[in-house]
């Protein structure tokens, strides 16, 4: 029996690495003779530094960079030959700020843009962004600022150091840079912004895009994913000429899922809450769309279950909560309760199938 593991971080409380850890044990628990394939995943947030690590190899950079209140932080970035992975929440992330901190209106993405810039300086010609989990919604004018003032020039069409680089962002964000889908008024409240600040914030979104537009003679605020991680999906299309691809496609074909597949009896995946929003671009869904071209069937895990018959009707075969549904959340959200419950879930489960 082959089983492929892949399973999404729980976040706040397991990592993608610790839940299939879990589910491993559990399986082999039940099935001792299993083959079980670790897959660590992330759609561009949280773990995608090291779901990128695990399936291509390389080395990580250290770079001293400024955090979203422009504050001296320790980041890295994944370097292999002439590319380099980037996640950007490591040097911006929502969870780098305090509750009473978060403030979008002054929250800055600069020190994506100098991790950028030390990767180009140390000949990296190739980019992956893992945009997901920002504190910021600036437009991404903060990370154009930190590659102007690193390469000596305000206009960073002119700047040679930026020709003949490509740029790739993994997002599953399909919203645009302005209006009542764009960046602000979507993602805004959950950054810390207030209902006069969504306003704001979106003014100056379209503002930067029209002085863009007539600057580049091009607009992308309209395109699909300009609106990730707080607009700055749109810094990079505009000027950087960057294009996008759904951030769990992106590591699949770099783990080489497709062929891991092949032969498989069941795909496990799984994230803290399955419901229909899971059905619009998350993870789980995305592998759960790929094994099934093979005809894999697919199991979904998640700390809480509901829209359970929808998620059936997409297409997993079988959805389960880890919880006993009496379980408080304060202790199934700690660490060791949760990946025992994941332990336990999938050893009773094997255990009745085999």
Request: net charge negative.
């Given at each position: 029996?082959?089983?492929?593991?892949?399973?999404?971080?729980?976040?706040?409380?397991?990592?993608?690495?610790?839940?299939?850890?879990?589910?491993?044990?559990?399986?082999?628990?039940?099935?001792?003779?299993?083959?079980?394939?670790?897959?660590?995943?992330?759609?561009?947030?949280?773990?995608?530094?090291?779901?990128?690590?695990?399936?291509?190899?390389?080395e990580m950079v250290s770079v001293r960079v400024?955090?979203?209140?422009?504050?001296?932080?320790?980041?890295?970035?994944?370097?292999?030959?002439?590319?380099?992975?980037?996640?950007?929440?490591?040097?911006?992330?929502?969870?780098?700020?305090?509750?009473?901190?978060?403030?979008?209106?002054?929250?800055?993405?600069?020190?994506?843009?100098?991790?950028?810039?030390?990767?180009?300086?140390?000949?990296?010609?190739?980019?992956?962004?893992?945009?997901?989990?920002?504190?910021?919604?600036?437009?991404?004018?903060?990370?154009?600022?930190a590659l102007s003032d690193a390469f000596g020039?305000?206009?960073?069409?002119?700047?040679?150091?930026?020709?003949?680089?490509?740029?790739?962002?993994?997002?599953?964000?399909?919203?645009?840079?302005?209006?009542?889908?764009?960046?602000?008024?979507?993602f805004g409240p959950q950054k810390g912004a207030?209902?006069?600040?969504?306003?704001?914030?979106?003014?100056?979104?379209?503002?930067?895009?029209?002085?863009?537009?007539?600057?580049?003679?091009?607009?992308?605020?309209?395109?699909?994913?300009?609106?990730?991680?707080?607009?700055?999906?749109?810094?990079?299309?505009?000027?950087?000429?960057?294009?996008?691809?759904?951030?769990?496609?992106?590591?699949?074909?770099?783990?080489?899922?497709?062929?891991?597949?092949?032969?498989?009896?069941?795909?496990?995946?799984?994230?803290?809450?399955?419901?229909?929003?899971?059905?619009?671009?998350?993870?789980?869904?995305?592998?759960?769309?790929?094994?099934?071209?093979?005809?894999?069937?697919?199991?979904?895990?998640?700390?809480?279950?509901?829209?359970?018959?929808?998620?059936?009707?997409?297409?997993?075969?079988?959805?389960?909560?880890?919880?006993?549904?009496?379980?408080?959340?304060?202790?199934?959200?700690?660490?060791?309760?949760?990946?025992?419950?994941?332990?336990?879930?999938?050893?009773?489960?094997?255990?009745?199938?085999?």
């Amino acid at each position: 029996m082959k089983i492929i593991v892949a399973i999404d971080s729980f976040k706040g409380c397991l990592s993608s690495a610790e839940a299939n850890a879990a589910a491993q044990s559990g399986v082999l628990a039940a099935c001792p003779d299993a083959e079980v394939v670790d897959i660590p995943v992330s759609d561009g947030g949280e773990g995608w530094l090291d779901a990128y690590r695990i399936a291509v190899g390389g080395e990580m950079v250290s770079v001293r960079v400024c955090d979203p209140l422009m504050r001296q932080t320790d980041c890295c970035y994944l370097r292999k030959d002439d590319l380099a992975v980037i996640e950007t929440a490591r040097a911006i992330g929502l969870t780098l700020l305090k509750a009473e901190e978060r403030n979008p209106l002054t929250a800055t993405s600069y020190g994506v843009g100098q991790l950028v810039a030390d990767a180009i300086r140390r000949g990296c010609r190739r980019f992956v962004i893992g945009l997901g989990g920002s504190g910021t919604s600036d437009a991404g004018k903060g990370m154009l600022q930190a590659l102007s003032d690193a390469f000596g020039r305000e206009d960073l069409y002119c700047v040679s150091a930026l020709k003949d680089l490509q740029f790739t962002l993994a997002t599953d964000v399909t919203n645009p840079l302005c209006g009542p889908q764009g960046a602000a008024h979507v993602f805004g409240p959950q950054k810390g912004a207030t209902p006069e600040m969504v306003v704001e914030l979106d003014r100056r979104a379209a503002a930067f895009a029209e002085q863009s537009a007539k600057h580049c003679g091009h607009d992308c605020s309209l395109a699909a994913g300009a609106g990730a991680a707080g607009g700055l999906g749109y810094a990079f299309m505009q000027y950087l000429r960057a294009g996008c691809r759904s951030g769990i496609d992106l590591l699949l074909d770099a783990v080489g899922f497709d062929k891991q597949v092949e032969g498989a009896n069941l795909v496990v995946t799984g994230e803290g809450r399955a419901d229909g929003q899971t059905l619009m671009g998350k993870l789980p869904h995305g592998i759960m769309l790929r094994a099934s071209r093979y005809h894999v069937p697919t199991l979904l895990i998640a700390g809480k279950v509901t829209d359970r018959q929808m998620l059936l009707d997409a297409g997993f075969a079988y959805v389960e909560s880890i919880n006993p549904p009496t379980l408080s959340l304060e202790e199934a959200m700690e660490k060791a309760v949760a990946a025992q419950n994941i332990r336990k879930l999938m050893e009773r489960f094997f255990r009745l199938r085999s």
